[in-house]
């Protein structure tokens, strides 16, 4: 299994704090992915990473910021957490080249009361 | 717009019989990549099979295969001699060369096999 661990594995919070969550990887792989997971909706890409301190926006990316300062770790933030963001979070890694598959994280429960 | 398009209800499947998982996807990218992966009830998500778009042949993978038809834009999973672990939701994605190396995925299809 590819070297991912998600950090921590579930959470709870209150509305209007902020909220880290911590991806970090083994692989040295250049990709580094956050999506969430909601029912009706499958997989939807939040940020991602193309390299130490290059990132960029997904679909859903309003309410989040990203950083990447190592090749190994890859965070999202919640900067004032809301009710719609309770969700599983996905991290995931990837080589570079559309023949690459992305392999997860056993993803974070975020629930936001 | 929707890229990855999964739209069959929840299945149910006969053990050791075959199923079918449709997805048809969207790009004007002439080269892209094609996954499924599977994700049990416990959460994890697993990859399961690779289809590129300039491969000739299906892709296969122990009793997963892949019905690839570019011109129609799909690519149905076939999973053959169903097993009980196989009960799961499988999701469809897509990664474009030039997309920027997302992975864009389906709304996923509900299997469960039946003994």
């Known amino acids: 299994d590819a070297g991912i661990t998600q950090s921590p594995r579930h959470k709870v919070t209150e509305t209007g704090t902020p909220v880290t969550l911590r991806c970090h990887q083994t692989e040295n792989h250049r990709y580094m992915y956050w999506y969430r997971q909601d029912p009706g909706h499958g997989l939807r890409l939040i940020h991602y990473?193309?390299?130490?301190?290059?990132?960029d926006k997904g679909e859903v990316s309003d309410g989040y910021s990203v950083s990447r300062s190592k090749t190994e770790d890859f965070l999202l933030t919640l900067e004032s957490a809301t009710s719609s963001q309770t969700s599983v979070y996905f991290c995931?890694?990837?080589?570079?080249?559309?023949?690459?598959?992305?392999?997860f994280g056993n993803g974070t429960r975020l629930t936001v009361t | 717009a929707q890229k990855i398009t999964q739209t069959q209800p929840g299945m149910f499947v006969q053990e050791k019989e075959a199923v079918t998982l449709d997805c048809t996807y969207d790009?004007?990218?002439?080269?892209?990549?094609l996954f499924w992966y599977k994700q049990p009830s416990s959460g994890e998500m697993i990859f399961l099979i690779y289809?590129?778009?300039?491969?000739?042949q299906n892709a296969t993978e122990g009793r997963y295969s892949l019905n690839f038809q570019k011109a129609r834009k799909s690519a149905n999973l076939v999973i053959s001699a169903s097993q009980l672990g196989d009960s799961a939701m499988y999701f469809c994605?897509?990664?474009?060369?030039?997309?920027?190396?997302?992975?864009?995925f389906g709304k996923g299809n509900q299997v469960v096999v039946i003994p």
């Open positions: 990473s193309y390299g130490v301190k290059d990132t």
């Open positions: 994605a897509m990664r474009e060369y030039y997309g920027n190396n997302r992975l864009a």
């Open positions: 790009t004007s990218d002439p080269s892209y990549g």
């Open positions: 289809q590129g778009s300039y491969d000739q």
């Open positions: 995931a890694i990837s080589e570079e080249g559309a023949d690459s598959p992305l392999h």
